[in-house]
């Protein structure tokens, strides 16, 4: 019987999020319109940023967009299996955090994956690196929406700012980074044998995720060490940076 439930919570609770989303819009369209413009205005900011990492080969925008948006689908669809996590293995452990980074980075991935790494657009190393950080920020973008909501709707605009700079500073930065950990792996191994895909594409899984169940796990349990945890997202920002110049470089070893 309990496994029934577990599956059925699975199956209905992204309706229940869409649903009730639907409810609040309708009963508070202001506020609403607020959350959302909160939570995907500075990500987009950030998409900006980083899309002129590619200027010299942009990628067509429609496909940008398109991973932007499989990202924001992607969260609606793991806050069902993190649901069943919570109810299986509760809340506020290294376990909880663990599988909760495991379906996050999975979930991004798949987006980034269906919507454009399987696609004719990704023909040079750097393109899974802007798929994977596009498809990053619009999960964080809807994920920033749902965090907005409560203090707005409180009237707490302290508390909004607050927030929003936090999920602006902290969650986007994360997802970015690990999102961007997957896509160099796929781009160092861009010219490799196929076998060598695969393992340096697992290997940018598990980092991404071990990455992201600690940053998780140090926020909870950080107290005055915030800022520490920051800044040192803020340093995996930069080394990113650096790492996307060495990928422009990268050419086939037949060239």
């Known amino acids: 019987m309990s496994t ?5 919570s699975f199956l209905l609770y992204p309706l229940v999020i869409i649903a009730a989303a639907l409810v609040f819009i309708i009963q508070h369209p202001a506020t609403a319109l607020w959350a959302v413009l909160g939570g995907i205005v500075p990500s987009l900011v950030w998409l900006y940023f980083w899309i002129q990492e590619d200027r010299l080969h942009p990628e067509p925008k429609k496909i940008i967009l398109r991973s932007f948006g499989a990202g924001m689908i992607a969260v609606i669809v793991a806050v069902g299996l993190e649901r069943v996590i919570q109810m299986t293995v509760g809340e506020a452990s290294l376990v909880t955090f663990l599988l909760f980074a495991t379906v996050e980075e999975l979930f991004k991935y798949g987006a980034a ?9 990704n023909d ?13 920020l619009g999960f964080a973008a ?21 927030t929003g700079n936090l999920r602006f500073i902290g969650a986007n930065l994360l997802h970015i980074t690990s999102s961007a950990i997957i896509g160099i ?12 895909k695969k393992l340096y594409l697992i290997v940018g899984i598990i980092l991404a995720i071990g990455l992201h169940a600690l940053f998780n796990f140090f926020i909870i349990k950080a107290g005055q060490g915030l800022l520490i945890i920051f800044g040192i997202v803020w340093l995996g920002i ?3 940076i650096l790492v996307l110049e060495k990928i422009k470089q990268l050419k086939s070893s037949k060239e």
């Open 142 to 162: 809807l994920e920033n929406t749902f965090f907005l909501n409560t203090p707005l709707l409180q009237n707490n605009i302290v508390g909004s700012v607050v």
């Open 185 to 196: 792996s796929i781009a160092f191994s861009f010219y490799k044998p196929r076998w060598q």
């Open 124 to 136: 040079e190393p750097i393109d899974a690196v802007i798929y994977l950080i596009s498809a990053a």
């Open 4 to 8: 029934i439930i577990t599956i059925l």
């Open 238 to 240: 930069i080394a990113l």
């Open 113 to 121: 994956y269906i919507s454009c790494l399987n696609t004719r657009y």
